[in-house]
T-cell receptor, first 113, second 115 residues
Framework: NAGVMQNPRHLVRRRGQEARLRCSPM?????VYWYRQLPEEGLKFMVY????????ESGMPKERFSAEFPKEGPSILRIQQVVRGDSAAYFC???????????FGEGSRLTVL | QKEVEQNSGPLSVPEGAIASLNCTYS??????FFWYRQYSGKSPELIMS????GDKEDGRFTAQLNKASQYVSLLIRDSQPSDSATYLC???????????????FGTGTLLAVQP
């Protein structure tokens, strides 16, 4: 029974490039959450999605960041024109219900040179 | 004021002792409360959830909730070196009245259990 799958696990980009992070939720889970974690800091909420819908994007920067969770395929967090401050670990989590009991993926660690 | 506050630690306890981790939250409408454990370089994992006032026990872990004081705690009995990790408190709103189901995390408390 596969858990939450994130890829790539590590991604290196130069300033100005695009980063695409993918997340496949656990089987049977329709709620997906993206969090960002900087070194020595907690998890910062970015966006909450259900299939084909963005439920809450209040934690997402207004520019350069977007997220989607299409009917078919993984959820994607897209960061355009990356800057050094985007370097962080990006965690995806999923849940079967909107219960707060989240299952996390291993994270995607983005490094911007 | 931060939405969920925790002492960053480190909290150092000897092996076999009780570790007490504390968390306060600002939104009185919060309904659900969780403790996640995160080992260094790893992803968070859920260890406890609590929804009503009082204590909830699961093995060596006890979660305590006091909604009037907006306070959540986690007790770890018979602490082991393998319990050394960052413990994240998380709070969820009611999911209505404009508050969605997003989970807000504290910055975590680093626990170090000394052999």
């Amino acid at each position: 029974n596969a858990g939450v799958m994130q890829n790539p696990r590590h991604l290196v980009r130069r300033r100005g490039q695009e980063a695409r992070l993918r997340c496949s939720p656990m089987k049977g889970h329709s709620h997906v959450y993206w969090y960002r974690q900087l070194p020595e800091e907690g998890l910062k909420f970015m966006v909450y999605l259900q299939k084909e819908n963005i439920i809450d994007e209040s934690g997402m920067p207004k520019e350069r960041f977007s997220a989607e969770f299409p009917k078919e395929g993984p959820s994607i967090l897209r960061i355009q024109q990356v800057v050094r401050g985007d370097s962080a670990a990006y965690f995806c989590a999923s849940s079967r219900l909107a219960s707060g009991e989240l299952f996390f993926g291993e994270g995607s660690r983005l490094t911007v040179l | 004021q931060k939405e969920v506050e925790q002492n960053s630690g480190p909290l150092s306890v000897p092996e076999g002792a009780i570790a007490s981790l504390n968390c306060t939250y600002s939104d009185r409408g919060s309904q659900s409360f969780f403790w996640y454990r995160q080992y260094s370089g790893k992803s968070p994992e859920l260890i406890m959830s609590i929804y009503s006032n009082g204590d909830k026990e699961d093995g060596r872990f006890t979660a305590q909730l006091n909604k009037a004081s907006q306070y959540v705690s986690l007790l770890i009995r018979d602490s082991q070196p393998s319990d050394s990790a960052t413990y994240l408190c998380a709070v969820k709103g009611p999911g209505y009245g404009g508050a969605t189901n997003k989970l807000i995390f504290g910055t975590g408390t680093l626990l170090a259990v000394q052999p």
